[in-house]
């Protein structure tokens, strides 16, 4: 990527003692350790770009879009669920809540 990477989050993979991260920007996640090394060839790829990213208890990755909101699995990037929506907002923060 040539020009400003916009970052969204860096996620501490579970089962991994902290020593493997998800970092997610632009429009795309990547899966490395701690000293900057791929540890999977998988990208995480998004329908469309976020404008938010958050870290969900139950595994996933939830990433809020203009006109989406897509659940992916955090260990393999793959899409569980879409939540289609008219409105489109720029959050400051993207989280979880009592388990919702």
Not at 44 to 50: A, H, I, N, R
Request: with cysteine; charged share 25%.
């Amino acid at each position: 990527i040539q020009g400003t990477i916009r970052p969204h989050t860096i996620i501490i993979l579970p089962n991994t003692r902290g020593m493997e991260l998800l970092l997610t920007y632009e429009d795309e996640g990547i899966y490395i350790d701690i000293y900057g090394h791929f540890t999977k060839e998988t990208v995480l790829q998004w329908g469309e770009m976020p404008a938010s990213v958050a870290y969900l208890q139950s595994n996933q990755v939830m990433g809020w879009g203009e006109k989406a909101i897509e659940l992916r699995s955090v260990e393999t990037g793959n899409l569980e669920g879409v939540f289609m929506h008219k409105k489109a907002q720029k959050l400051k923060f993207l989280c979880e809540r009592n388990d919702k």
